[in-house]
């Protein structure tokens, strides 16, 4: 079992339903860790920041600081201690 921390920011938070969670899983992978950790609303948070079997669009993950950006993120393995922040692209607006 590898205890893992998740945080939701932004609106990755809205979709959620909470801010930070630590976990212990059962599991190697993101994968795993999201198909077991249960949204508010009480589907698992793989149900609710994928769609078809991707990170939904306008969302990214971030693991231990770094931008996850590959299009295999949900096979990543987690060890003890990492820490996954889930959050929304930000957009930039400009004005004048």
Do not use: P
């Not at 998740?6 to 059962?26: M, Y």
């Not at 078809?52 to 990543?76: P, Y």
Request: a negative charge; charged letters at 25%; glycine letters at 8%.
């Amino acid at each position: 079992m590898a205890k893992v921390r998740i945080t939701a920011l932004s609106a990755a938070r809205e979709l959620v339903g909470w801010s930070t969670r630590e976990v212990e899983f059962n599991g190697e992978f993101v994968r795993d860790l999201l198909n077991q950790v249960d949204a508010a609303n009480g589907s698992k948070l793989y149900q609710v920041i994928t769609e078809n079997d991707q990170i939904k669009n306008g969302l990214f993950l971030i693991l231990n600081g770094r931008r996850m950006e590959c299009s295999d993120v949900l096979e990543l393995e987690l060890n003890q201690d990492d820490h996954i922040v889930v959050m929304e692209v930000m957009k930039i607006v400009g004005g004048g």
